[in-house]
């Protein structure tokens, strides 16, 4: 089954970057965009961005622009989401989504929803 | 950037009654929209997409409708495990925007 595993809790101090990995299975990493999605203490969503594991190409919220990086390693099929000069209000659970499109072999078609998601990672950020 | 505003905040309901969840965008998102659930200290899971269409494993109970400015959630006899928060996603326009939730509690 396609399954998205996360790293574990980071806590890092304010004007660090922290690196979260996204551990794909079940699937064909390369055919699908993923997503990351991040949800503050007691808040709502927001989305982050996407990234084309099989091209490489990426996609940022203006929010995010400038702070956030997203790689992949198509040999071990993960997926990272680095986000740097972190703030207290970076505080949040990070989470990884696959897209619900595809990419054929010469195109994507995203579809900008998001099944499954992974479990989260817990970033905080505290002097 | 379209808004989605979701209503209400906090719905009370009783097992087995019928409870409808809205969303409303800012502009219209055609049938680009989905909805999740999610329970405390997990990941959201899909319910549906497309507006309407029921993600692999979802139970016939949950059923989307609507288009454009105004999507429903209808949950038609709730069962215990339905007792979350639940979330409207435009994958429309980016970015793809949420809305703030409806918490689904037992009346």
């Known amino acids: 089954q396609v399954q998205l595993v996360q790293s574990g809790a980071e806590v890092k101090k304010p004007g660090a970057s922290v690196k979260v990995s996204c551990k794909a299975s079940?699937?064909?990493?390369?055919?699908?965009?993923m997503h990351w999605v991040r949800q503050a203490p007691g808040q709502g969503l927001e989305w982050m961005g996407w990234?084309?594991?099989?091209?490489?190409?990426?996609n940022y919220a203006q929010k995010f622009q400038g702070r956030v990086t997203m790689t992949r390693d198509t040999s071990i099929t993960t997926a990272y989401m680095e986000l740097s000069s972190l703030r207290s209000d970076d505080t949040a659970v990070y989470y990884c989504?696959?897209?619900?499109?595809?990419?054929?072999?010469?195109?994507?078609?995203?579809?900008?929803?998001?099944?499954?998601w992974g479990q989260g990672t817990l970033v905080t950020v505290s002097s | 950037e379209i808004v989605m505003t979701q209503s209400p905040a906090t719905l009370s309901v009783s097992p087995g009654e019928r409870a409808t969840l809205s969303c409303r965008a800012s502009?219209?998102?055609?049938?680009?929209l989905a909805w999740y659930q999610q329970k405390p200290g997990q990941a959201p899971r899909l319910l549906i997409y497309?507006?309407?269409t029921r993600a692999t494993g979802i139970p016939a109970r949950f059923s989307g409708s609507g288009s454009g400015t105004e999507v429903t959630l209808t949950i038609s006899s709730l069962q215990s495990e339905d007792f979350a928060v639940y979330y409207c996603?435009?994958?429309?326009?980016?970015?793809?925007?949420f809305g703030q939730g409806t918490k689904l509690e037992i009346k």
């Open positions: 502009q219209s998102v055609g049938s680009n």
């Open positions: 079940g699937y064909t990493f390369t055919g699908y965009y």
């Open positions: 497309g507006a309407s």
């Open positions: 989504a696959k897209d619900g499109g595809y990419c054929g072999i010469t195109n994507c078609y995203p579809f900008n929803w998001f099944d499954p």
């Open positions: 990234i084309n594991p099989n091209s490489g190409a990426t």
């Open positions: 996603q435009q994958s429309n326009n980016w970015p793809y925007t």
